[in-house]
Nanobody, 123 residues
Framework: QVQLVESGGALVQAGGSLKLSCTAS????????MAWFRQAPGKEREFVAA????????YYADSVKGRFTDSRDNAKNTVYLQMDNLKPEDTAVYYC????????????????WGQGTQVTVSS
């Protein structure tokens, strides 16, 4: 069992930056692929970014490529999402997830989920 807790969500102006964190407890963190998803009101949960077990490989949705950076610190059991040049369309609840498949970009491929953190980007 893995418990995930996200933090760092906030209200920010367009063009600004935020850094989300997701800290894991439970089973060995370094044994999991970690991902970020987001869900806007009335929309399905969508893939944002993923990082492999070591942190050497990452994968991004086209909509965030070049603006978001996924990283992890296995010593701290934490994964991060640095979000730069934020746009109003980035507004959503952001979830981190843990799974065992690489690469994986769909919701069913991730077994453990956090409760989410709200990111709101004003224009």
């Amino acid at each position: 069992q893995v418990q995930l807790v996200e933090s760092g969500g906030a209200l920010v102006q367009a063009g600004g930056s935020l850094k989300l964190s997701c800290t894991a407890s439970g089973r060995t963190f370094s044994g999991y692929v970690m991902a970020w998803f987001r869900q806007a009101p009335g929309k399905e949960r969508e893939f944002v970014a993923a990082i492999d077990w070591s942190g050497r490989s990452t994968y991004y949705a086209d909509s965030v490529k070049g603006r978001f950076t996924d990283s992890r610190d296995n010593a701290k059991n934490t994964v991060y999402l640095q979000m730069d040049n934020l746009k109003p369309e980035d507004t959503a609840v952001y979830y981190c997830a843990a799974g065992s498949i690489w690469p994986a970009i769909t919701v069913p491929q991730y077994r453990y989920w956090g409760q989410g953190t709200q990111v709101t980007v004003s224009s």
